[in-house]
């Protein structure tokens, strides 16, 4: 069974707690602060198995989670990492974040990687808060929350060629011709309700083989979902060139073949006009029937008129089917060839990376009268890092939001005390602290580690 769709959660680990702790030796009153930084949480990988043809076992486990770093330790004791979580997916998967609907990757090349959620940092021990004034100190982070995210999973099959055509035109009989394939077959429309894949091998043992695969249920309207085809349609899109198969006898109703072929082509076209510009082949279908043969020289003039290489063949009988493959051969060496005479350049392959922001940047949006939002990656980062039930980590935090100008833009925009500033996942009453409280926030002496947070210049 192909699921070529699924959906998942993913959850990298969270960064370690640094620690606050302080050196107890004998003979050593004041051994001073030596707590150790917290480890870095687990990312969350997707690799590249080629031995994997389907989203299958999604169905059935939705959710990854990697491991969280450990605590930071006295006598300045790193805690441990947490392990990377890596999954394992067919070649062709392209994975979208579910929420945003935004793109982060296209895998395709045998155990490629990609980081779909980032591992979030180990806090700071308190030996980093140690000053000239404060050689105590009793602060220190709690670990960033690592990233998580609803993924949605896409796999287009990955196939040399692609048949293509209206229902019951012959496509499935042509695969199991040919291959090793054994689709189901019958007398009537729709009978693939999935794309099918066949290994084909021309010129003998060892001679040059391709992967064809069978696109089922396209009809007009396919492009913008009727019928099967908006299902499947996706997976032609990295085939290297096309077979279009049309029945020649115009099945039992009596259609127009070249009415037929129009309607294909227009909906590929619709669905992605590259397409278009693939090498096609159009196989004649049927032409065992009576009326095929009756219909033969006329389709064939009206369609080398337009500049296709047309083939008539049998699929039930094996009727030409052979030059037909012979040519598809022909046609992807002669693509090879070109693709080797004119490399492909590194910036045509798409590549999706983690966009270039500046952490240090942030803005205030005023949500309501009473209520405004802070947002910027770094302050955000920093808020979740902060432990409000310790009072040198509130001070630490109201500093850096005086030097950084976030309260100096907050009072401009006009909030008042008793307003509502939401932070990252925090709601902070803005005034709620006494008099001297903050006139020690705006004395203190900042540490190492705020003034690196302040600039940016925190290390992964």
Do not use: C
Request: proline share 5%.
């Amino acid at each position: 069974m192909l699921v070529d769709r699924a959906k998942i959660h993913v959850k990298a680990g969270d960064g370690g707690n640094g620690s606050a702790s302080f050196r107890r030796e004998k003979y050593v009153p004041r051994g001073g602060p030596d707590g150790g930084d917290g480890g870095r949480g687990g990312n969350v990988r997707l690799r590249v198995k080629p031995n994997l043809t389907s989203l299958l076992p999604f169905q059935f486990n939705q959710h990854f989670k990697a491991e969280s770093g450990g605590g930071g330790g006295k006598r300045n004791r790193h805690g441990k990492n947490g392990d990377h979580l890596t999954i394992d997916v067919p070649p062709g998967t392209v994975v979208w974040n579910d929420e945003t609907d935004e793109v982060l990757a296209d895998l395709t090349e045998p155990e490629e990687e990609v980081v779909v959620a980032r591992g979030g940092r180990g806090g700071l021990g308190n030996t980093h808060f140690k000053t000239s004034t404060r050689q105590a100190p009793r602060l220190a982070e709690l670990g960033e929350p690592g990233e998580e995210f609803w993924l949605r999973l896409e796999l287009r099959l990955i196939a040399d060629v692609g048949l293509v055509g209206l229902p019951n035109a012959g496509k499935s009989t042509l695969l199991a011709a040919i291959s090793a394939a054994r689709p189901k077959i019958a007398d009537y429309p729709f009978t693939t309700l999935e794309p099918n894949l066949g290994v084909v091998e021309i010129g003998g043992r060892g001679g040059q083989t391709f992967v064809l695969a069978d696109i089922p249920g396209l009809i007009e309207g396919a492009a913008s979902g009727s019928g099967l085809g908006h299902e499947f349609l996706r997976h032609v899109t990295r085939t290297k060139a096309l077979v279009h198969v049309l029945d020649a006898a115009g099945g039992l109703e009596g259609r127009d073949p070249l009415e037929d072929f129009r309607i294909i082509n227009a909906e590929l076209e619709l669905f992605d006009p590259e397409l278009r510009a693939k090498p096609m082949l159009v196989a004649l279908n049927k032409i065992d029937l009576v009326e095929a043969r009756e219909n033969l020289r006329g389709l064939r003039a009206a369609l080398e008129k337009k500049g296709h290489h047309v083939y008539p063949i049998s699929a039930a009988t094996g009727e030409g089917v052979e030059p037909l493959m012979n040519a598809v051969g022909a046609e992807l060496r002669e693509l090879e060839q070109l693709r080797r005479e004119q490399p492909e350049k590194p910036q045509e392959r798409r590549r999706y990376t983690l966009a270039n922001v500046d952490e240090r940047a942030w803005e205030v949006r005023r949500r309501s009268a009473h209520h405004f939002d802070v947002v910027g990656i770094g302050i955000e980062r920093f808020t979740k890092m902060t432990n409000f039930a310790n009072d040198d980590a509130i001070l630490r935090f109201q500093r850096v939001l005086e030097s950084s100008g976030i309260s100096d833009e907050l009072t401009r925009q006009g909030v008042q005390p008793g307003d509502m500033v939401h932070i990252a996942d925090h709601e902070l009453v803005w005034g709620d602290q006494e008099p001297e409280l903050a006139t020690a926030g705006r004395r203190g002496r900042r540490t190492r580690a705020e003034r690196e947070m302040e600039s940016g210049l925190d290390e992964e």
